[in-house]
């Protein structure tokens, strides 16, 4: 594997994503040791010329001999393309590279959402940006995902679960996020993204997890109490990291609670 020598990626030091897979450049040898560095950290007169604000939404590598800086999915594709060549005529190929960079951008103005930061630096003069239709596309995408997963799980508990028609969880969890938009934006509307975006993180999580006992059932069906139980214990972990997320963004415990409370009102409503 070819190492890209004499260059500098910088990455979100509040984004564990973004330093797992920037130190696994170093560690596999695609970046050199002194390969990386956080954005934060970063001297202003290293590299003069770089925008700053946009290293914070795309991630940013930059030739340190040239002082040449390519941004967002054109660095990811400068590293790989270097250690494998043989990749390099598709990382050209401009449907693919337009393909790709909608994804990064997805991923990167959600990346706070998707993971969010314990401590942030509110010394640091740059945030990144809010962009609200990436947004709304993470909260349909991870919307979709988990009423798919909920709908075929509800199949394995049927005998403690009545069955529900085809739309049943897509609207439980479209009506969870009107709810909770409501509830937010009573009291604390300059986090109503930020707190939705946080809530379908967990939901999608929570649903990625059903997906084990979906995959056993195609070996031995583990039956309806025991796919019961399961689901109970992911929803107490889907509580405990509410619980937690809501802290990091001091709302208290008023959107946990309306989130719980929704949850048993429709449990009510569908075992009746």
């Not at 043989?86 to 449907?95: E, G, I, Q, R, S």
Request: net charge positive.
């Amino acid at each position: 594997m070819k190492t890209l020598n004499n260059h500098m990626i910088l990455f979100d030091a509040e984004c564990p994503m973004c330093s797992v897979y920037t130190k696994a450049f170093v560690k596999t040898g695609m970046l050199d040791d002194g390969g990386r560095t956080a954005y934060q950290t970063m001297p202003q007169n290293t590299c003069p010329v770089y925008d700053r604000q946009r290293a914070v939404n795309e991630i940013a590598l930059i030739n340190l001999k040239s002082g040449e800086v390519t941004y967002g999915i054109q660095s990811l594709f400068k590293i790989l393309g270097n250690a494998w060549p043989v990749f390099t005529p598709l990382f050209a190929f401009k449907p693919f590279v337009w393909l790709m960079s909608k994804v990064y951008a997805f991923i990167s103005y959600n990346r706070r959402v998707i993971i969010p930061p314990v401590h942030e630096d509110t010394d640091f003069a740059y945030k990144p940006s809010f962009k609200l239709h990436y947004r709304i596309a993470y909260l349909l995408f991870t919307w979709f995902c988990t009423a798919y997963i909920l709908t075929r799980y509800a199949h394995l508990l049927v005998g403690m679960v009545p069955p529900g028609n085809a739309y049943r969880e897509y609207l439980i969890c479209g009506g969870q996020i009107i709810f909770q938009a409501i509830i937010v934006s009573t009291y604390a509307k300059n986090k109503l993204w930020a707190y939705l975006g946080n809530m379908m993180t967990i939901s999608f999580a929570g649903s990625l997890l059903l997906l084990i006992p979906l995959a056993v059932n195609h070996w031995f069906h583990p039956g309806p109490l025991m796919c019961t139980m399961f689901f109970i214990g992911v929803a107490g972990l889907m509580f405990l990291e509410h619980i937690r997320r809501t802290k990091l963004l001091q709302l208290g415990r008023v959107m946990t609670i309306s989130w719980v409370i929704y949850r048993i009102v429709l449990l009510i409503l569908i075992l009746n």
